[in-house]
């Protein structure tokens, strides 16, 4: 379902809402484009009653600005949660998640409210496999339970996020292709020293 959702986010904003959802995907109801002009960043909002889930789904580099959100790869202080001692994520990234975080948490209430037993999930492919690991711990310092599972992920922040997102976050896969260089970068040697999440699918 993830996989599918994730290739689905690169139809674009301007499909989400209206286009047809089959196979596994069958009855999935998309209510929300995700859009931030500055970053590119386009995604959607829905759920799916067979799977009793509700989505935030990310697309992946698309555009030059996609491009430079990747390349901003400064760190910066990771404010979400206070007692994340020394935490730095990647700059780029985490100002893209801030900027559209907000219309995210208030589908995600919204729907909530509908369907209070829906599990809450976020899934994307690179760039949005990023930005699915960093909406997926605004979500939980918002109060939710939620999994992830991403594809092609780069890293998103240093040793101190990333032990701390894997207590705050149990339950995160990031699938990992063969050799692609994107889970690779931005590298884990210094000066940079970006270090992964936890639990990688290889395959």
């Keep these: 379902i993830s996989l599918h959702l994730s290739q689905d986010a690169y139809c674009g904003k301007a499909v989400y809402l209206t286009q047809h959802y089959s196979g596994v995907l069958a ?5 929300k484009v995700i859009s931030n002009l500055v970053d ?3 995604g959607f909002v829905g759920y799916l009653p067979s799977d009793s889930s509700i989505y935030v789904v990310f697309r992946g580099s698309e555009s030059i600005r996609n491009w430079i959100t990747n390349l901003t790869v400064d760190k910066t202080n990771y404010t979400t949660f206070t007692d ?3 935490c730095q994520v990647h700059s ?3 100002t893209a998640t801030k900027a559209v975080y907000p219309d995210v948490l208030k589908e995600v209430q919204r729907l909530r409210a509908l369907y209070p037993t829906y599990a809450v999930k976020t899934t994307g492919h690179s760039l949005g496999g990023a930005l699915a690991q960093l909406t997926a711990m605004e979500l939980v310092h918002s109060g939710y339970s939620v999994s992830m599972i991403n594809f092609g992920q780069p890293r998103v922040g240093e040793t101190n996020y990333a032990k701390y997102s894997n207590t705050k976050l149990p339950n995160q896969y990031r699938v990992v292709h063969n050799k692609d260089m994107v ?3 931005p590298t884990s040697t210094w000066p940079l020293n970006f270090y992964h999440t936890r639990y990688e699918e290889w395959e």
């Excluded at 009855?27 to 209510?31: E, H, P, Q, R």
């Design 84 to 86: 994340c001692t020394n």
């Design 40 to 42: 590119d960043v386009e």
């Design 27 to 31: 009855g999935f109801v998309a209510t």
């Design 183 to 185: 889970p690779h970068n």
């Design 92 to 94: 780029g990234f985490y």
